[in-house]
């Protein structure tokens, strides 16, 4: 299983990133975006269920990113808009069978391989 992050790129503050990963193999029942900043710990962004009904957020972006997915894409996507200087990290998506939504990156069994996000002042 493979999943593939893409969408990062350099940009101002309040401009707007669509981040996207796409799933190889399958589709997962719970998606995830988490991130790390350098120096930080991996947190966690936002998470999914299959039928895109049911989402979470960290309260640092909500409000202002949007999870969504495309099952027919095996593609999960991150919309981020109103972007600051604390959002620059890397951005990683993670995938679980488990249908309940989780904040804690140990409970997701696959991961992407990151892709840059930085957002400059």
């Known amino acids: 299983v493979q999943l593939q992050a893409c969408g990062g790129g350099l940009v101002q503050a309040g401009d707007s990133l669509r981040l996207s990963c796409a799933q190889s193999?399958?589709?997962?029942?719970?998606m995830g975006w988490f991130r790390q900043a350098l120096g930080k710990e991996r947190e966690f962004v936002a998470a999914?269920?299959?039928?895109?009904?049911?989402?979470i957020y960290a309260d640092s972006v909500k409000g202002r990113f949007t999870i969504s997915r495309d099952n027919a894409k095996n593609t999960v996507y991150l919309q981020m808009n109103s972007l600051k200087p604390e959002d620059t990290a890397v951005f990683y998506c993670?995938?679980?069978?488990?249908?309940?939504?989780?904040?804690?990156?140990?409970?997701?069994?696959?991961w992407g391989q990151g892709t840059l996000v930085t957002v400059s002042s």
């Open positions: 999914i269920n299959w039928s895109g009904e049911n989402t």
């Open positions: 193999e399958r589709t997962f029942n719970t």
């Open positions: 993670a995938a679980r069978q488990p249908t309940v939504l989780s904040r804690y990156s140990a409970s997701y069994n696959y």
